[in-house]
């Protein structure tokens, strides 16, 4: 089945140390973010991308790194973590073609990867 | 900026119809979405309203008004597997979430 893919799906670490979040996926699809959630906030975009050449910083970047190694993956650094950075991580794509034709800009999200910073 | 206002809790009872509403803030709207997110899934897409009025896709209904930038999600028949949290989403490139309304089902 054609799918967003994370890893890791849990991850625990120490603060200062350097975590990455990868994401992959099968759909197609040339759009991908990166969103944060926390208890009571939804959910908070951290960057996105519309293609491989294409990185934009989303309402919460600081703190936060991206890469878009190729069309079907996009990776999350947190460079040197922190407490307040844990949350649970959420990857999303979409479909330019369909959201640039009047379509909606429907986010098919990933399974989330729980990070914990100690 | 964008901003979306949501209720953070609901209750009804089982077989009810439950109703949640979101206001909303932004600049440009390009649409109303409502996604649904069970507790330790990811959040899915249940519609989308570009236009003002009613849009059912079964027990499920969306509604909007551009005018009063406002617009809800309606629940009918709820079973019990519709606990959820339920967020209201807009804007077009990039997309903003409300906070979210937990949605708690009564036997």
């Known amino acids: 089945d054609a799918d967003v893919t994370q890893t890791p799906r849990n991850r625990i670490t120490k603060t200062g140390k350097r975590i990455m979040l990868e994401c992959s996926q099968t759909?197609?699809?040339?759009?991908m973010y990166w969103y944060r959630q926390d208890p009571g906030l939804g959910l908070r975009l951290i960057y996105y991308s519309f293609d491989v050449k294409d990185i934009n910083k989303g309402e919460i970047s600081d703190g936060y790194s991206v890469s878009r190694q190729a069309q079907a993956k996009f990776s999350l650094s947190l460079e040197s973590a922190i407490p307040n950075q844990t949350a649970l991580y959420f990857c999303a794509t979409s479909d330019l073609e369909v959201a640039t034709g009047g379509g909606y800009n429907e986010q098919f999200f990933g399974p989330g990867t729980r990070l914990t910073v100690l | 900026g964008q901003s979306l206002e949501q209720p953070s809790e609901v209750t009804a009872v089982e077989g009810a119809i439950v109703q949640i509403n979101c206001t909303y803030q932004t600049s440009g709207f390009y649409g109303l979405s409502w996604y649904q997110q069970h507790d330790g899934g990811a959040p899915t897409f249940l519609s989308y309203?570009?236009?003002?009025g009613l849009e059912e896709t079964g027990r499920f209904s969306s509604f909007l008004s551009r005018s009063d930038s406002y617009g809800y999600l309606l629940l009918q028949e709820l079973q019990m597997k519709d606990s959820a949290s339920y967020f209201c989403a807009v804007g077009g490139d990039k997309i903003i979430f409300g906070k979210g309304t937990r949605l708690h089902i009564l036997p």
């Open positions: 309203n570009a236009l003002d």
């Open positions: 759909k197609g699809h040339d759009r």
